[in-house]
Nanobody, 125 residues
Framework: VQLVESGGGSVQVGGSLRLSCAAS????????VGWFRQAPGKEPEFVAA????????KYAVSIKGRFTISRASPYFMVNLQMNSLKPEDTAVYYC???????????????????RGPGTQVTVSS
């Protein structure tokens, strides 16, 4: 499964971006999908995820209330709407998808998942 992210770019503090994750011609209907990010010199960080069944979501505390993960009908894309961006949100963002993860372990989704190459998000003040 090949995942591709899009929508990254450069914005000023307080701006918004919408990232999209698509699988090569495949529906995400039976997949849990998560967004992660990695800033230079830092470990990868969980951002948000949406569970395969029912669409329940989880968010990292650092972005809760500012970012929203959602499925785009008809399940071929998962979006991450990012509002009120801060300089500390600067990172490479990548999506990961898994059919096997359980809800309680969504934050660890990327450990057993397909992942995309990532897209750069830069927030400047």
């Amino acid at each position: 499964v090949q995942l591709v992210e899009s929508g990254g770019g450069s914005v000023q503090v307080g701006g918004s971006l919408r990232l999209s994750c698509a699988a090569s011609g495949r529906s995400f209907r039976s997949w849990s999908v998560g967004w992660f990010r990695q800033a230079p010199g830092k470990e990868p960080e969980f951002v948000a995820a949406i569970f395969r069944s029912g669409g329940s979501t989880k968010y990292a505390v650092s972005i809760k209330g500012r970012f929203t993960i959602s499925r785009a009908s008809p399940y071929f894309m998962v979006n991450l709407q990012m509002n009120s961006l801060k300089p500390e949100d600067t990172a490479v963002y990548y999506c990961a998808a898994s059919q096997n993860i359980i809800y309680s372990a969504l934050e660890d989704l990327e450990q057993d998942a397909y992942r995309g190459p990532g897209t750069q998000v830069t927030v400047s003040s």
